[in-house]
């Protein structure tokens, strides 16, 4: 059975950081992209990051692009999002998701976990 499970959120001041990981297990993990998302309070989900299978090609959305950083490790077979420089609005629910090609969209995607909360507030 397919699993992805994050990890790391919590309450963080302004400025602060957070390692969010995501584990996984019951799939081909080094095979699959993976995508970081977020759903904040009363906003649609959006795309935060994706990483290809390899972890050399990555995409970020414009408003983290520099304070955030996605990678992997194959052999874990978890990925993790490094984010620096944390804001207001960066607070919300993250998703890690796996899905066959990296993309910006949450359709791209065909396993996702439950989410970890970040909250980002002095």
């Known amino acids: 059975q397919e699993k992805l499970v994050e990890s790391g959120g919590g309450l963080v001041q302004p400025g602060g950081s957070l390692k969010l990981s995501c584990a996984t297990s019951?799939?081909?993990?080094?095979?699959?992209?993976m995508g970081w998302f977020r759903r904040a309070p009363g906003k649609e989900r959006e795309a935060i990051s994706s990483?290809?299978?390899?972890?050399?090609?990555?995409r970020y959305k414009n408003s983290v692009r520099g304070r955030f950083t996605a990678s992997r490790d194959n052999s874990r077979k978890t990925a993790y999002l490094q984010m620096n420089d944390l804001k207001a609005d960066d607070t919300g629910v993250y998703y890690c998701?796996?899905?066959?090609?990296?993309?910006?969209?949450?359709?791209?995607?065909?396993?996702w976990g439950q989410g970890t909360q970040v909250t980002v507030s002095s």
């Open positions: 998701a796996a899905g066959t090609m990296p993309s910006m969209v949450y359709t791209g995607y065909d396993l």
């Open positions: 019951g799939f081909n993990f080094d095979i699959y992209a």
């Open positions: 990483i290809s299978d390899t972890g050399g090609n990555t």
